[in-house]
Every structure is written in structure tokens, then in C-alpha cells.
């Protein structure tokens, strides 16, 4: 028998991928270097289904119809260059090789290179939505070889998530390295909306003294309005999940949190890019700074530093810290998309803005009927340079931006961190300003290295130089880029 397609990487995701597809009526072949793991499948969920198993990757390869479909998820770095190193051999023109872990865009650029050279068609396909997603409807994100998409996109959009409106999850978004790059900034986004409302949960408890009870109690109430998101939904369920003496299971849970990189991937590209992702920024630094639990038990000894007691009204609290979120979450995405836009120019992709909204309207971690909204923004204009500049998104900040103020100068005067909520207010005021300070900063660049500067009595472009103390000379530095 020839099978439709193959996994290689039968962990959580391959696993439940395999069964997704086959469900869509496509006949699976496996391998996994682990052999133990390979068999608990194939004697436990895969039993019975037209899932089979490999040998080897030339037993893979040999019981596959032609063209080759090859789908792999394994770890990302040099084990994806190692599987495809063995594999290349056994391959032939117009095969086709899939990556579906979270690989470096940069990484997936040099392999769609490397494949074409062997006359292999490869193909980066970010895969978001966990185990349950890739069990039932994953939102998924390819790119690489354009000449691959019509032979895999029947498979790839038979086991996508629909959304509530029946647009399928997966789409081509762009050559080479587009569908990782597009995955590692819905995960950069997917810190931020993470940070942000463990930003509220920590005012919530600290601040306000709310039971977990009734802090899910509130976060239900936000997922009925336009807040609903699978995110919202989960912090609900978690605050409600009780350790078996009946307490609260998150009071539990060590405060230090856990990071794979693509956050930290999307903080360094928007660097690069000369992107200002200040609020992605800050929740990725977040996570590494609860990883020093040591030196912050030490620290807060040592300062002896208490949360003052909040004496208003707490209701009315809760009411705004709705406000400071969702108009946090807003600047979350503007910088996400953002960085898409200005990475999208430096690499020659044509990413369509509205339709990857679409994309990750069901399926995915960040799932949200927010999400509507940005595509109906992009749709609306297709060269919109920032989501704040969009009339509706502007209307939502403008109705919340007392309430988001308010939370954070409690925040900050009764001493609870709010690093995410903060970043985003500052990355608005700054936007909003029509004359930043960086003008005092360029006379320092220019006064201790010759920097230059432009004026705002000249054109834009011309660059000119001070002598400031009157004993250099008339040699300046190189230009800048303003």
C-alpha cells in the first residue's frame, strides 16, 4: 500500500496531527526515532485507524505516493537539519518536506534554499493550537516554495480550524521563510496577552485581596463581551481548578515561568527591524525575571517591601483594570503587526494582514472575536501603517484610555509590577506625541561624537554638525537614520 502522507516526530503534536489527518480521510505512515514511542501509538490510539509505521526513512519513503508529502515536527535547530540531511537522499524532484515545529524564519529560509537545490520542494508551516488544536483543528501557517502549495494544500486545509464564518485557518502566507516568520510573531503577541492579564490577576490579588473565585468570577464576565478569547476563557477555568484539600491549584503553582524562544526570537527581529515592540518586550523579560525567584526572595527580604493597602472602591477597580486590558491588548498587536509590515518589506513578502487575522480566528492560542475586528481594519485599508490609526481602534483606546491610566498609577504608587500594562501606555503616549525629547538626544550624540543632526527650519535629509565647545573641528560622523 502507498500511503498520502508521512510524520516524522510522533510527540504530543505529530501524534494528534497524525490523527487529524487521517480522519480527513488520508491514509499515514509514522517514524519516530524513539521506537517505544512509536509502538505506544501504534498499539494505543493508532490501532484500528489507517495510520501505519516506518522502519526507517527509506521504508518511510519507499511506501509514499509520488510526489513525496513529508510532514515533520520535531524539535527546532539542528535536529530538523539532521532529519533532512538523512532523508534528502531518498527523495526525488518535486518531493515535498514540511516543517511544522516552530523552526527560526531565518532557519526556514536557508532550507527552502537548500531543498531547491536538490530539486525538493520545502515548506515552513507554523502550527499553532496545542495538543487539542492539532487533534482537532489547528490554525496553520505555511510558507516556503510556492510551487508546493496547490499539491498539499487539500491535506493542510481538510485538518485546519474553521471559524465561526467557515474561513479556513490555513493559508499560503508568503515565500521561503513567511509562515514561521508569521507563527513567531503570533507567539511574540501570544506573551504579551499572556503578561497582560497575569498583570490584572496580580492586581486582582494583591491589590483588590480578591479570592480566586472571584477573580474567575470577573474574567467570565469580560469573555461574554468583545474581550472573548480563548485565553480569557482558560484564566477561567484555572482560577476555578482546585488542589485536592480544596484550595485554589494556581496558589500552588511556583511563580517562575517557562519560555521555548520564539518570544525572545520576536524581541530580537523587531531590534533588527528597528521595530518598537516594547510591550512583547517587556513580557518576554517578564518571564526571565520570574525565573530568578532566588535572588527576588532575597531582594524582598532584604527591602522589606509590602503592597500598600488599596482604599477605593474595588468594583470600580475591576471595572477599569477590563478597560487597561483590553486597550493593552490593542498595542500588543499594533506592534505585532507592526513588525509583520516592516519585516515584510526588508524580505519581499506580500503578507495579506486581513486574511492572517483570519488565520488565527480559530485554532490558535490567541484566538479571539478581537481578531474580527483587525481584519475588518485591514480590509478596510490595506496599507494601514498601525492599528491605533484605525478609526474603530482609535474609538476603543480613546473610551478606555482614563481607566488604563488610572490602573497603572495605582499600580505603580501601591507597588505592583504592571511591566506589560505600562509599556503599552508609554508606547501610546509616545506615539501619540507629536514632540519627543529626542532632540535633546541627538545634540548629546552630535556634541560627544560628531553625529549630526537635522533641524526643523531645514528640509528633512540635511545633516548638520555643531561645534559644541568651540575647540573641534568642522569633520562630522556618519549620518543617521531618522
Known sequence: MMYDIAMIGLAVMGENLALNIESRGFSVIGYDIDLGRMTTFAESRAKDRNIHFATDLADLAGKLSKPRKIMIMIRAGKPVDAVLEQLIPFLEIDDIVIDGGNSNFHDT????????EHGIQFIGAGVSGGEEGALHGPSIMPGGNPDAWPRVKGILQAIAARTNRGAICCDWVGSDGAGHFVKMVHNGIEYGDIQLITEIYHLMRDLLGMTATEMADAFETWNQ????????????????????????????????????GTGRWTVVTALDEGVPLSLIGEAVFARTLSSRKDERIKAARQYGRTVLE?????????????????????????????????????????????????????????????????????????????????????????????????????????????????AGLSYFDGYTTKSL??????????????????????????????????QGGATSSTTYEG
Open 437 to 470: 525629547p529626542a532632540n535633546l538626544l541627538q545634540a548629546m550624540r552630535d556634541y560627544f561624537g560628531a553625529h549630526t543632526y537635522e533641524r526643523v527650519d531645514r528640509p528633512r535629509g540635511e545633516h548638520h554638525h555643531t561645534d559644541w565647545t568651540g
Open 310 to 422: 488599596y482604599d477605593g472602591d474595588k468594583q470600580s477597580f475591576v471595572n477599569v483594570l477590563q478597560d487597561a486590558l483590553y486597550a493593552a491588548k490593542i498595542i500588543s498587536y499594533a506592534q505585532g503587526f507592526d513588525l509583520m509590515r516592516t519585516a515584510a518589506d526588508t524580505y519581499g513578502w506580500n503578507l495579506d494582514y486581513g486574511r492572517i487575522a483570519e488565520l488565527w480566528r480559530s485554532g490558535c492560542i490567541i484566538r479571539s472575536a478581537f481578531l474580527d475586528d483587525i481584519k475588518t481594519a485591514y480590509d478596510r485599508d490595506r496599507t494601514l501603517s498601525n492599528l491605533m490609526l484605525d478609526p474603530f481602534f482609535q474609538n476603543e483606546i480613546g473610551s478606555r484610555l482614563n481607566g488604563w491610566r488610572h490602573v497603572v498609577s495605582e499600580a505603580v504608587l501601591h507597588g505592583v509590577p504592571v511591566p506589560a500594562l505600562s
Open 109 to 116: 529560509i536557508r532550507r527552502t534554499a537548500w531543498l531547491a
Open 225 to 260: 463581551g468583545p474581550m472573548n478569547s480563548y485565553l480569557i476563557e482558560i484564566t477561567t477555568d484555572i482560577l476555578r481548578k482546585q488542589d485536592t484539600d480544596g484550595t485554589p491549584l494556581v496558589d500552588k503553582i511556583l511563580d517562575v515561568a517557562g519560555q521555548k
